[in-house]
């Protein structure tokens, strides 16, 4: 089993930056991937960004050149460091971990991130 703790995100103006940070406990051998989703309302929970714990990356379009995550993995922690914010970024981000043999995943409880124009 793996915990996490999640936290970050809130209020923003367009054009602002914000960070989320993402804490593992308990099971965190067992980890490979740790990224972050999003949630808008009436939209499906979709891939913001993700790292390997071997540093591969991976993204959505969306947030390409703006976005940045990085990842301790002797921490067991990821970070998103979310640049040039925009209203479209608006929803609930979730920390999400993968298990290495099973692709099992485990949530953070959400965060929310309002942009404002």
């Known amino acids: 089993q793996v915990q996490l703790v999640d936290s970050g995100g809130g209020l923003a103006q367009a054009g602002g930056s914000l960070r989320h940070s993402c804490a593992a406990s308990?099971?965190?051998?067992?980890?490979?991937?740790m990224g972050w989703y999003r949630q808008a309302p009436g939209t499906q929970r979709e891939l913001v960004e993700s790292?390997?714990?071997?540093?591969?990356?991976n993204y959505a379009d969306s947030v390409k050149g703006r976005f940045t995550i990085s990842r301790d993995n002797a921490k067991n922690t990821v970070t998103l460091q979310m640049n040039s914010l925009k209203p479209e970024d608006t929803a609930v981000y979730y920390c999400?971990?993968?298990?290495?043999?099973?692709?099992?995943?485990?949530w953070g409880q959400g965060t929310q991130v309002t942009v404002s124009s």
């Open positions: 790292i390997s714990r071997g540093g591969r990356t």
């Open positions: 308990g099971s965190t051998g067992s980890i490979n991937a």
């Open positions: 999400n971990v993968r298990e290495v043999l099973s692709d099992y995943a485990y």
